[in-house]
């Protein structure tokens, strides 16, 4: 199938939605990088994503969040205090 025969029909169904710009890729992306921050198992990501190996799923996806480091580095005081 050629991408431009499913990001057409994609768009126009996005526009009558109402939904914001953006191609299938930056959906898929913003789905991968959500399940990353729920802490969904990155192998189960992977599995979603069909990525073919899970390097690649944490390569470019496992970018830590500054929420995140926050919430870890808390447990780690609240432990060692």
């Known amino acids: ?9 994609f768009a126009r169904l996005r526009e009558a939605a109402g939904l914001p710009g953006g191609g299938l890729h930056d959906l898929r992306h ?10 969904v198992p990155p192998h189960v990501v992977q599995a979603i994503a069909r990525h073919a190996d ?25 432990r060692l205090s």
Do not use: C, F, I, W
């Not at 199938?1 to 029909?9: G, V, Y």
């Not at 991968?32 to 802490?39: I, K, N, R, Y």
């Not at 899970?54 to 609240?78: E, W």
């Open 1 to 9: 199938m050629e991408p431009t025969n499913l990001s057409r029909p």
């Open 54 to 78: 899970v390097k690649v799923t944490l390569k470019v996806y496992a970018h830590a969040n500054l929420d995140a480091m926050r919430q870890a580095l808390g447990k780690l005081d609240r």
């Open 30 to 39: 913003r789905v991968v990088s959500l399940l990353m921050e729920l802490g």
